[in-house]
């Protein structure tokens, strides 16, 4: 299967700064899922935006998603050192299985 | 309640060896789903069960590979005869309903396989 892709692969910033971090997929979504994965081991979903949806919030995150382009960004305000980890865009086209994209490495650095 | 569980964490074998991982999605959840990831790399997709049927064995990278799922919970992943390129962080999930298109994803923390 076609995977979409990251950009950047790594970005650096202080705590306080945002973070944005932006997804190009493939193929026609149902939905498009970030999830953020620690220290190389398991995911935690983070949000789901369906393909009707353009923009969802949850606490510090926000999605956005542009589907004439097939591109999603997730922003993440106010960062924290915490949120240190890599990030990773699914799509779901419909069927059951998500295609995740290579991941941003993000590093907030106190 | 729990979350999905996988066995062993870290596996080492020498080539030529049969591993197996095993995978406990949480309970309830029909769909189960293995991945693999390579140092610094995205997920790869391998297999995907409904129940204790797998609809798409697509991604499973050569006959060496096999999984079944069994009571539509427990699942394991066998790789007969590891080759070094083997070696990866395997990934199990499981979620509510394979055939619902808002179908989030509930991670294992993985099993490091390293073929030496």
């Known amino acids: 299967s076609q995977q979409g892709e990251e950009d950047p692969q790594a970005l650096s910033i202080q705590e306080g700064e945002n973070a944005t971090m932006n997804c190009s997929y493939k193929t026609s979504i149902n939905n498009l899922q970030w999830y953020r994965q620690n220290s190389g081991r398991g995911l935690v979903h983070l949000i789901l935006i369906r393909s009707n949806e353009r923009e969802k919030h949850s606490g510090r995150l926000r999605v956005t998603l542009d589907t004439s382009k097939k591109s999603s960004s997730l922003l993440i305000t106010a960062s924290r050192a915490a949120d240190t980890a890599s990030y990773f865009c699914?799509?779901?086209?419909?069927?059951?299985?998500?295609?995740f994209g290579k991941g941003t490495m993000l590093l907030v650095s106190p | 309640g729990a979350g999905v569980s996988q066995s062993p964490s870290n596996k080492v074998t020498e080539k030529g060896k049969d591993v197996e991982l095993r995978c406990d999605p949480i309970?309830?959840?029909?769909?189960l789903y293995w991945y693999r990831q390579s140092l610094g790399q995205g997920l790869e997709f391998l297999i995907y069960?409904?129940?204790?049927?797998?609809?798409?064995k697509s991604g499973l990278p050569s006959d060496r590979f096999s999984a079944e799922r069994t009571g539509g919970s427990v699942s394991t992943l066998t790789i007969q005869r590891t080759q070094q390129e083997d070696s990866a962080v395997y990934l199990c999930?499981?979620?509510?309903?394979?055939?619902?298109?808002?179908?989030?994803?509930?991670f294992g923390p993985g099993t490091r396989l390293t073929v030496l």
């Open positions: 699914a799509e779901n086209s419909g069927y059951s299985t998500l295609t």
């Open positions: 069960f409904q129940g204790n049927s797998a609809p798409d």
């Open positions: 309970s309830g959840h029909t769909a």
């Open positions: 999930a499981s979620s509510r309903a394979g055939t619902d298109s808002y179908n989030e994803q509930f």
